[in-house]
């Protein structure tokens, strides 16, 4: 039940990335600049995770707030968020150098650093979920650039929706179980 769990996490973390990556597809169109996009899009959602887990620790310990009660406020935020910007429009910015690439890949797995500071509510297996978080990420970028103009009208935007949705559903999952 924790890989599941922990898989629906990477999905709806990647979802974002997915959504911009459509985007995003549309005018990188080399593919070795594909393939850099992916994976350090995948770094950031590897060490994100563990640089979030590492605050959460310590807001845990100074606050003295149950761990589940954390996460369950942090995946209900993200995933609002997630829906609100699901409605917004998004403009077509153009990186197609190191330093854009770089701000993207860090712009999408901001979330995966707000999810790392309660995701010992799930596991302590940190590299575990680092993992996951990494190999899912990386694939769903590359498909989202691979995919781009084809499909970035009918999905784009209900992708993030989906992602929200699913973070919350997660949420209160984990508060209840």
Known sequence: MIILTIFILALSMSMDAFSLSLIYGTIVTNHQKQIITSLMVGLFHFFMPLLGNALGQTIINTFHIPIHIVLTIILIFIGVEMIFSSYEEKEKPLFLNFKGIFLFALAVSMDSLTLGTGISAITNNFWLVSSVFLFVSSCFTYIGLKLG?????????????????????VGIFLNFS
């Open 149 to 169: 103009q084809k499909i970035n009208e009918c999905i784009g935007k209900y992708s993030t929706l989906i992602g929200g949705i699913l973070l919350i559903i």
